[in-house]
Nanobody
Framework: QVQLVESGGGLVQTGGSLRLSCAAS????????MGWFRQAPGKEREFVAA???????YYADSVKGRFTISRDNAKNTVYLQMESLKPEDTAVYYC????????????????WGQGTQVTVSS
């Protein structure tokens, strides 16, 4: 069982930066793959980034070069550093965990946080 709590969301202007954190509780955090997803109003949840237990990363094309996912297994925390933010990045951001390899498919993830709102003003 893994419990996830996101933090770090907020309001930022276009071109600004934010860092999201996802703190995990439970056993064997070092063996889980973590992902970030987002959902904008009226849209389906979409993949943002994922990181395997060993640190291999994968990004959606829409955020590649602007967002960086990382993890600190000693702190049971995964991060999403977001740079050059755009209004279209506005969404609720969720972190998720699975006891297997990284995946961009939300259906593959077993555990989810409650989400944190990111709003980018134009």
């Amino acid at each position: 069982q893994v419990q996830l709590v996101e933090s770090g969301g907020g309001l930022v202007q276009t071109g600004g930066s934010l860092r999201l954190s996802c703190a995990a509780s439970g056993r064997n955090f070092g063996s889980v793959a973590m992902g970030w997803f987002r959902q904008a109003p009226g849209k389906e949840r979409e993949f943002v980034a994922a990181i395997s237990w060993s640190g291999n990363t994968y990004y959606a094309d829409s955020v590649k070069g602007r967002f960086t996912i990382s993890r600190d297994n000693a702190k049971n925390t995964v991060y999403l550093q977001m740079e050059s933010l755009k209004p279209e990045d506005t969404a609720v951001y969720y972190c998720a965990a699975r006891y297997s390899g990284r995946s961009s498919n939300s259906a593959d993830y077993d555990y989810w946080g409650q989400g944190t709102q990111v709003t980018v003003s134009s």
